[in-house]
């Protein structure tokens, strides 16, 4: 058992990604990724809003103590956020190992996560500890199994504020019960040409279900990506709001699979063009805007998936849509960059990753 | 010295306005001072807006905005302005105002979900423990003292290790 509370190179990180970017599991050509994450807190302390520096910095050891004695996995390693520049926040946020507010927070806080960027422990987040569980594809079940497995790890190391009437307590009562966000992340650029996305949104969230953006609450939809979570979290075990998620998606897919087929039915040369003029402008653009490559790559993976272009892999797509972000190329090139010197190195780096093909 | 709103008639009101960490004088005479006292009497303070939002909104709130918990030291007021309990007892001294809230965004109140296995074992002990002193309680009726020193001791090493982190 190896742990490393000294931090990692970022820079170690950069070149590669996450498993869950590789684009295996059932329906990843839809199907992106599915996530769970939980809030937990330790009992006998306040929540994050009323905690001292002195209590905020003792819950921060304790909590990376007990994530290193409950030994989740042999290859975990510690970042304490204060010790990093922004942009290599940005970079974690980019990489989902951290949450926005994670990194624009304050004080003592950190996250742990294993080689495989599959679980992440973020320390002193909102709540005193949020673990997260990612996988490729349509994998709800199997990251419940996962996260259920380490989270029993640490409570028995950690003595959770939970109540038998409220479940697991929490610092937002939107969270408070299961403490748990199930996600499911899909790429939907069929039903969003077509107009019928807005029926989709509107079916899901009669169903409790809230649609979200790459980078969850708040967030733009960009790239024709779109998270769909659970809203609810007390009143219903995890296990059934898994299975309501679970229930919704393959109409999603299939939905968004028909969309397609219609596409190809009544305008073809129009898609294949479509399809086409992206892969090109990828191929040859010298400044590509980060609005913009989420557009092209999306065009391009949907072209990928109907057999219109079969010389790139859905991983490589996967994985550009994260490699070509802000804190990625800054973390690549090792300095800060405005708008205009990333769209150029974002330009240059993309044709260089197709003309490896 | 003249009146500054209506430069006319001789300033006999001299205010001192405070606006954050400037002091502004104002020389006023009579009939424009009494002009400034109606406009300001016609602003309702902000706690007075306040209130009256909460009295609309819900009857219930305004009982529950004197609460404070003695743990964290949050008011249930300031906890409805930013979302953000401040200790897990909070769940217990907000719980009226709290219990409505819960059922509407989650449509429920109550937890199914996952039990830790420490609150598991709680539960276990704690009807253990009640058992043990029913025995007891009858073993002392019985004037069997050997049984109750027998299952003292018994509750003794059950509840030592109940504090347990
Ligand atoms: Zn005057
Ligand atoms: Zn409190």
Known sequence: MTFQVIPMKISDLANNTGEWLRGTGAESDIVISSRIRLARNVARFPFLSRTNIKQKKELEEIVRNKIKEAEITSDIHYINLADIDPIERLFLVERHLISREHAGGEGERGVAFGKSETISLMVNEEDHLRIQVIRSGFELKEAWKTIDGVDNKLEKKLTYAYSSRFGYLTACPTNVGTGMRASVMLHLPALGMTHHIEKVFNAVMKLGLVVRGLYGEGTQVSGDLYQISNQFTLGKSEQEIIEIIESVIPRITSYERMARKALIAESREQLEDRIWRSYGMLKVARMISSEEIMHLLSQVRMGVNLGIINTIEIKTLNELFILTLPGHLQKLEGRELNAQQRNIIRAAYVRKRLEEI | ?165
């Open chain 2, 1 to 165: 010295m003249k009146c500054e709103s209506c430069n006319k008639k001789h300033a006999t009101v001299h205010l001192t306005e405070i606006i954050g960490s400037t002091k502004k004088e104002r020389h006023l005479c009579d009939e424009c001072a009494q002009g400034v006292n109606t406009q300001l009497a016609k602003i309702p303070s902000p706690t007075e807006i306040l209130t009256s939002l909460i009295n609309q909104v819900a009857p219930e709130i305004s009982e529950m905005s004197k609460i404070v918990c003695p743990v964290c030291g949050l008011s249930y007021l300031e906890f409805r302005s930013n979302g953000r309990l401040g200790c897990p007892m909070d769940y217990t001294i907000f719980r009226k105002g709290l219990v409505p809230l819960l059922e509407k965004m989650h449509g429920s109140t109550q937890h199914v979900g996952k039990v830790p296995s420490k609150a598991g074992k709680e539960l276990i002990k704690k009807s253990e423990l009640m058992q043990l002193r029913n025995e007891l309680n009858k073993a002392v009726e019985k004037e069997d003292y050997e049984k109750a020193a027998e299952l003292r001791d018994r509750i003794y090493d059950l509840s030592g290790d109940t504090n347990e982190d």
